[in-house]
């Protein structure tokens, strides 16, 4: 199967550097396996892909395998907001108490040995395969464990990346603006406005645009595909020390936080003056 007949690879092979750098960190935290496939873009396939991540795990030093560690969640207790280790954790879900307490003291002995997370390929096993493989591995010797987990690794990445490469796009939301002044009667033109996203509990940026002489701005980009909630934040500051002569603005910034679903338009105006302010969702 070719690059161009999988559009999760083609997008991958296509973007530019940080994008594909940020997409590459969601799959593992090793900052050397990271640079590693970038650099070895384009792919022609999946399977190419696939190997080149088990080349870059097998040659991690200790270090690097340490940080891949320290970014995955111990079993039973994913990061709150990590959709991607709480499904793969899927089988921890509704655990009896007695057996999802002996998981988290295994989880601690293990650590306690070995001086990492226990990492394991947890996709598609049950709650009982997972204590199972605790109390199996607790007892290796450090030097083969880390071997063990190396190989853990690598399963978890091509999983991930198998994922990443062939999946499609999916509908975004995307937002527009516009400015205006109630206390002087028109338009607020030149008001700088930053739009973030909030994806799996954690805020980005998205983009910033400047409002036109009709106080519009609907030139910011969509939102991520996964974004739940979405913020614009307004430099009113300048333009309201302007209307006052070179007053001080009593509203510097005018921040709005509000929820977004895929595949919707969010129009939210702002109508400012020197005193007060209020948003809301237009059309």
Do not use: K
Request: charge should be negative.
């Amino acid at each position: 199967m070719t690059s161009s007949s999988v559009p999760g690879l083609t997008r991958f092979n296509a973007a530019d550097d940080g994008a594909a750098r940020a997409a590459l960190s969601e799959v593992c935290a090793s900052t050397a396996w990271v640079e590693e496939l970038l650099r070895g873009r384009p792919y022609p396939d999946v399977g190419a892909l696939l190997a080149a991540s088990d080349a870059a795990v097998a040659r991690l030093d200790a270090a690097g395998l340490d940080e891949a560690l320290a970014g995955h969640p111990p079993i039973g207790r994913p990061t709150p907001g990590d959709a991607v280790s709480a499904g793969e954790q899927r089988g921890m879900t509704g655990a009896p108490p007695a057996l999802a307490a002996e998981v988290r003291e295994l989880n601690l002995a293990y650590r306690e040995r070995f001086g990492h997370v226990f990492l394991v390929c947890a996709t598609g096993l049950t709650a009982e395969e997972l204590r199972d493989a605790l109390r199996r591995r607790i007892g290796n010797p450090p030097d083969r464990e880390r071997e063990v987990a190396r190989a853990e690794l690598a399963r978890i990445n091509r999983l991930r990346l198998t994922r990443l490469a062939e999946s499609t796009p999916t509908e975004t939301a995307t937002v527009s603006t516009h400015v205006l002044d109630t206390a002087a009667g028109r338009p607020a033109a030149g008001v700088t406005v930053a739009l973030t996203a909030r994806t799996r509990g954690a805020w980005s940026a998205v983009g910033t645009a400047e409002t036109d002489g009709d106080g519009r701005c609907g030139g910011l980009p969509a939102l991520p595909g996964d974004a739940t909630h979405a913020r614009l934040r307004f430099d009113v500051g300048p333009h309201l020390s302007r209307e006052r002569a070179g007053g001080a603005a009593f509203f510097p910034e005018v921040t709005a936080v509000f929820a977004v679903a895929p595949g919707e338009h969010y129009h939210v105006p702002l109508l400012l003056s020197p005193f007060g302010y209020s948003v809301y969702r237009g059309s």
